[in-house]
């Protein structure tokens, strides 16, 4: 997910709902593919860290093709889920799955950009982000926009994807991250937005650093969980209540 000022901008800048919108419908595809199918696995924790309870209402931001969504729809049936990402594209695919899974009239999926919500403050009681804040442009004011929707004591769960560590097997998931994932990406896509996704995570902070700007929006990190040799990481944050 990328989120600019506009949304609904034509212009395909790399990360923008735009270069999104080009590469929906091989979206999943690719997800799977590339990750082994890890990247389900991921989300699952992700949604366990939220620790949704029966009537919760949950914010998924970057949410694509609604992978997240679904899943925490689905891990608590009476749970309540907007999505919201600047490709609509990518959500008239995860409209798709939802009407396909009966899930449509609890999660809806709408535009938006995740420097600038749409909602009241203190209107959810936990909030996801899924391999999508490494897009956003200024990264602090959306982890603002996050905390002021966020209720007291709501939790928090990043997703996104990182170097990986040295070593033998880090060299290996290196040579995943850098060569196959742009060369598979741009053979079943017949684009350039998988290079894209190589040159941004290496320029996304690394772990500590990341925490850092999330304690700076006002947010208290609990937890930072690598994840596959740290391809991923995982990070955990509450509201905390004042005083």
Known sequence: MSSSSNPNSLVRRDGSGAMFDGIAPRYDLLNRLLSFGLDQRWRKLAITALKLKPQSRILDLATGTGDVAIAAAQAVPTLTVIGVDPSEEMMVVGRRKLQALGLAPRVSLELGDAQALAFENSSFDGISIAFGIRNVPDRVQALREMKRVL????????????????????????????VLVPWVGALISGAHEYRYLQR????????????????????????????????AHLYVAENRISG
Not at 151 to 178: C, Q, T
């Open 151 to 178: 209720k007291p004591g709501g939790r928090l769960a990043i997703l996104e994807l990182s170097e990986p560590k040295a070593g033998v097997l880090g060299l290996l998931a290196k040579f995943h991250v850098h």
């Open 200 to 231: 941004s995570i290496a320029a996304f902070p690394p772990a500590h650093e990341f925490a850092k700007l999330i304690e700076a929006a006002g947010l208290a990190v609990e937890e930072i969980v690598p994840l596959t040799l740290g391809v």
